[in-house]
């Protein structure tokens, strides 16, 4: 009679000890899942940010080299933005002016404001 009790009691300490790992085992992949998610949110709200820091930054630049003078109209201004932020990331003269419809001289003329600047700090510190 003793050893059915202990075989009994043995028995359920070994489903409680199984069904112990399996709640735990599920309770950590939903805290994964949620831990995923929102990763995955802050990463989207960061390049979002980051884009708008970028266009910003470029605004500020445009509207700098534009004070005193008459302000662009906004299709313009979007343009310079795009050619602007194509030309900061490294694209050719040759590439930006492609996509954009315009000549290669045109995109240089519309650079030359910012691209100078540059050039004389390469000049200073020769």
Avoid: C
Wanted: net charge neutral; charged share 25%.
């Amino acid at each position: 009679m003793m050893g059915w009790a202990l075989a009994i009691l043995f028995g359920s300490a070994v489903i409680l000890l199984i069904l112990s790992f399996i709640k735990t085992a599920q309770s950590k992949s939903s805290v994964e899942q949620q831990i995923e998610h929102s990763s995955i949110s802050l990463m989207n709200e960061v390049h979002e940010l980051q884009k708008q820091i970028r266009n910003i930054e470029l605004d500020a630049e445009i509207t700098a080299k534009q004070a005193g003078a008459m302000e662009a109209s906004a299709k313009e201004r979007l343009l310079l933005r795009e050619i602007l932020d194509m030309h900061k990331r490294g694209y050719s003269i040759e590439s930006i002016s492609s996509k954009n419809g315009l000549n290669p001289h045109e995109v240089e003329m519309m650079l030359a404001p910012y691209t100078a600047r540059k050039m004389e700090r390469g000049m200073a510190a020769q």
